[in-house]
């Protein structure tokens, strides 16, 4: 018994060790989110599902730009992650079409939306979303592999006043 443990142990120990740094970096560096749904369309195609590798080393300080493409932790259901384009920062002013109304977003916020407009349930509907929700930021297409591409920062035209 102690001989069959001696050699399966060293493989045990690498599972381990190769388990453990794949938590720190996806936890610290990069992960990758599945996005399905037709509210990020043409950026992301709904059928099949996609997969985007999220940078995580924009949350030291939220620096975040706007038109970045970014993951967040649903306001309805902490457990969901939701794929959406950063529109506005905190203190910018955007108008919002749909409401015929300009508004500031608050400190601690942003304002997101989906590239899709007619599909998309996002910040036109539920507001400006906290900072700390955020997760990370969409720089690639991985999977499928014939998509792979890099996600581009792009904004709505007009509707954005920066704050000065």
């Not at 001696?6 to 989110?33: E, N």
């Not at 608050?106 to 539920?126: F, K, L, Q």
């Not at 507001?127 to 930021?137: A, C, K, W």
């Amino acid at each position: 018994m102690a001989r069959a443990w001696a050699s399966v142990w060293p493989t045990v120990k690498r599972c381990i060790t190769g388990g453990l740094i794949g938590l720190f970096v996806a936890d610290r560096y990069a992960s990758l989110a599945s996005v399905h749904g037709a509210s990020m369309h043409p950026t992301f195609d709904p059928n099949p599902a996609e997969f985007a590798l999220v940078e995580k080393l924009c949350l030291g300080r939220y620096d975040f730009s706007r038109g970045d493409v970014v993951v967040f932790r649903s306001l309805t259901d902490h457990r969901d992650l939701v794929v959406k384009r950063l529109i506005a920062l905190p203190g910018d002013w955007i108008q919002v079409p749909e409401k015929q109304e300009i508004r500031q977003i608050p400190e601690g916020h942003c304002w997101v939306e989906g590239d899709n407009a007619t599909v998309s349930w996002d910040s036109r509907g539920y507001g400006p979303v906290p900072l700390g929700l955020m997760q990370g930021r969409v720089t690639h297409i991985v999977w499928p592999p014939n998509r792979f591409s890099r996600v581009d920062r792009k904004m709505p035209e007009g509707r954005i006043m920066p704050r000065q």
